[in-house]
Nanobody
Framework: QVQLVESGGGLVQPGGSLRLSCEAS????????LGWFRQAPGKEREMVAQITNGGATSYADSVKGRFTISRDNAKNTVSLQMNSLKADDTAVYYC???????????WGQGTQVTVSS
């Protein structure tokens, strides 16, 4: 089992920045992907950004150039720096750990990000 605890959500004005963090604990596989997903009201959950244990990253087209995912392997944390935020970024953001060995997904409890003036 892997436990994920997120922090850093909140209310921000359009054009502003927020940083989300997630700490993973438990049985963390040597081969895994950490990521951030989001779900807006009435919409399906979508991938925002992912980073492998080797450091390779991928981003949704809608956030490229504005969001940056990073990780600290020593602390088992993953962060999402979000700049130039737009109203369309408003959603509940979920930290995700995908275990490539067991093919299991683990999710955090979610943190609300609201972009509004």
């Amino acid at each position: 089992q892997v436990q994920l605890v997120e922090s850093g959500g909140g209310l921000v004005q359009p054009g502003g920045s927020l940083r989300l963090s997630c700490e993973a604990s438990g049985s963390i596989s040597s081969f895994h992907v950490l990521g951030w997903f989001r779900q807006a009201p009435g919409k399906e959950r979508e991938m925002v950004a992912q980073i492998t244990n080797g450091g390779a990253t991928s981003y949704a087209d809608s956030v490229k150039g504005r969001f940056t995912i990073s990780r600290d392997n020593a602390k088992n944390t993953v962060s999402l720096q979000m700049n130039s935020l737009k109203a369309d970024d408003t959603a509940v953001y979920y930290c995700n750990h995908y275990d490539a060995v067991t093919n299991k997904n683990y999710w955090g409890q979610g943190t609300q990000v609201t972009v509004s003036s």
